[in-house]
């Protein structure tokens, strides 16, 4: 989805949650990746997505019966396997702590004994997850997302457009993949599939821009 910044992408990508999960994953309780471009703005999502009377948790709840549990990457441990079924979970992180190209530096790839009881209901022969050097399946973060096939929310997506970026998605098996951004890379080569654009003007017209746009002339290039 192409929106101008300022056009209200966070609002747009709580709702987008309900909407995927409803016409397209046909997930009744799906987990949420949220994935943003920087801590600041990690912390921020976060702690909007956790406040009851902010419009984007407001949009989760209305949509799922108040049944919602958000999570910053910093309390993963905290996660409970109810919260990844009996609940819809939205877990907010940005990209570079899951894009890596040495999985053995990164705590999201790392055996952890913190989720083991999410792996006590999940069987040892399951496809597609992340193995020891025994060959035994390792109680990572990243294999837990893999098995609950997430619907990941990318956030500025024009700057997850890397082969990295995709190798790192795809160790995550998303039932779907909701990018949001002001600039995408509309070449055709790269497989670009943007399925909604709005214009500047059309979010002004709908009174969507949250802050005055004033551009001011200066006559000296280094003041500008």
């Not at 929106?3 to 709580?14: D, M, R, V, Y």
């Not at 009744?28 to 949220?34: G, K, N, Q, S």
């Not at 006590?120 to 035994?136: E, F, Q, V």
Request: hydrophobic fraction near 40%; include cysteine.
């Amino acid at each position: 989805l192409r929106i101008p910044t300022g056009g209200g992408k966070t609002l747009l990508g709580a709702h987008a949650i309900d909407c995927a999960a409803r016409h397209y994953t046909g997930q009744e309780r799906p987990v949420a990746l949220w994935l943003v471009p920087t801590n600041t703005i990690r912390v921020q999502t976060a702690e909007a997505l956790k406040n009851p009377a902010h419009p984007y948790r407001a949009a989760l709840d209305d949509a799922f019966e108040g049944r919602v549990s958000v999570f910053d990457v910093s309390e993963i441990a905290q996660i409970r396997p109810q919260d990844l079924t009996d609940r819809v979970a939205v877990i907010v992180t940005t990209i570079q702590s899951l894009k890596t190209k040495d999985k053995e530096g990164r705590k999201a790839y790392a055996h952890s004994e913190n989720f083991e009881p999410h792996f006590a209901h999940i069987p040892a022969t399951t496809p597609g997850l992340d193995r020891d050097d025994d060959g035994k399946l390792k109680f990572s973060f990243v294999n837990l997302m893999a098995f609950h096939r997430p619907l990941v929310i990318v956030d500025e997506a024009h700057k997850a457009g890397t082969n990295l970026s995709f190798e790192m998605l795809a160790a995550l098996r998303p039932s779907c993949i909701i990018e949001f951004t002001a600039t995408p890379n509309t070449d055709p080569r790269n497989g670009s599939n943007v399925l909604f654009r709005a214009s500047a003007a059309e979010v002004k017209a709908a009174e969507m821009i949250k802050l005055p746009i004033i551009l001011t002339e200066h006559p000296d290039w280094r003041a500008a």
